[in-house]
Nanobody, 129 residues
Framework: EEKLVESGGGLVQAGGSLTLSCVAS????????FGWFRQVPGKQREGVSC????????YYRHSVKGRFTISSDSSKNTVFLQMNNLKLEDTGVYYC??????????????????????WGQGTQVTVSS
């Protein structure tokens, strides 16, 4: 059974950092692309970043470019999202998602929720002033 488990969320002051982790089990890790999404109440889930299979491509939402870094470690079946210089507007529930072949790449247009097949339960990130 495919499963994604996120961790690393929490409460942080503006300007601080957090690293989110997503452990994937039941997947052939290198065959899948992964995305990070976030959602706040009353708004649609939005794509933040993605990484293609074999880490061959990445994408960042404009508002997080230069602050967030996505990476993966196939030896640990884990995808990371390093978030630096956090802003109030980064607050939300962050979800990890996986997309399988043949579409396991990271589009230049960014990840769209409907494209992803598997989802984690989410981890809350709260940025305070």
């Amino acid at each position: 059974e495919e499963k994604l488990v996120e961790s690393g969320g929490g409460l942080v002051q503006a300007g601080g950092s957090l690293t989110l982790s997503c452990v994937a089990s039941g997947f052939t890790f290198n065959d899948y692309g992964f995305g990070w999404f976030r959602q706040v109440p009353g708004k649609q889930r939005e794509g933040v970043s993605c990484i293609g299979s074999n880490a061959d491509s990445t994408y960042y939402r404009h508002s997080v470019k230069g602050r967030f870094t996505i990476s993966s470690d196939s030896s640990k079946n884990t995808v990371f999202l390093q978030m630096n210089n956090l802003k109030l507007e980064d607050t939300g529930v962050y979800y990890c998602a996986a997309i399988g072949p043949p579409n396991a790449y990271c589009s230049e247009h960014g990840p769209a929720p409907y494209e992803y097949d598997h989802w984690g339960q989410g981890t809350q990130v709260t940025v305070s002033s």
